[in-house]
């Protein structure tokens, strides 16, 4: 049911949108994007992803649950910052689980530059989070 939704809210996009398509592109490419791009604001609304180690968490005193959720909203900060194509890569590859050859097909690009763009998005990823582990805890723990 949550992916209908994200289905139909991206089809409405595209609806009200149907002026501002350009020929410069294909019209399915264009499409592609508008739901990509739907599916990631989706996700981002609906659900909380929550990377923890729920075995450890009883024997580590200083866990506190309200952490995980500021790693997650940074984590989804981060994500959000970097450039529209590595973004999409990166979401579709990494959290959605697509391999490279569906991705270059969905956002008609080549397979070589989704993977291109997704090392450049992990590199960023992690440059950022080493900038962040830094300021916060004023050593490079990453």
């Not at 949108?17 to 981002?44: A, T």
Request: net charge negative.
């Amino acid at each position: 049911m949550q992916a209908e939704e994200a289905m139909c809210n991206g089809f409405l996009k595209v609806f009200k949108n149907l002026d501002r398509f350009r020929d410069e592109g294909s019209f399915e490419g264009w499409v592609r994007r508008i739901m990509v791009n739907e599916s990631i604001s989706y996700l981002r609304k609906e659900q909380k992803m929550i990377f923890t180690d729920y075995e450890n968490q009883g024997d580590d005193p200083t866990y506190n649950p309200q952490d995980s959720d500021l790693e997650v909203e940074h984590i989804q900060l981060l994500i959000d910052q970097l450039p529209e194509g590595y973004r999409a890569v990166f979401v579709m590859y990494a959290i959605e689980g697509y391999k490279h050859q569906e991705i270059a097909k969905i956002l008609d690009i080549a397979e070589s530059t989704s993977k291109s763009q997704l090392f450049k998005a992990r590199k960023l990823l992690q440059q950022k989070l080493s900038q962040l582990n830094t300021y916060r805890y004023g050593a490079d723990k990453i």
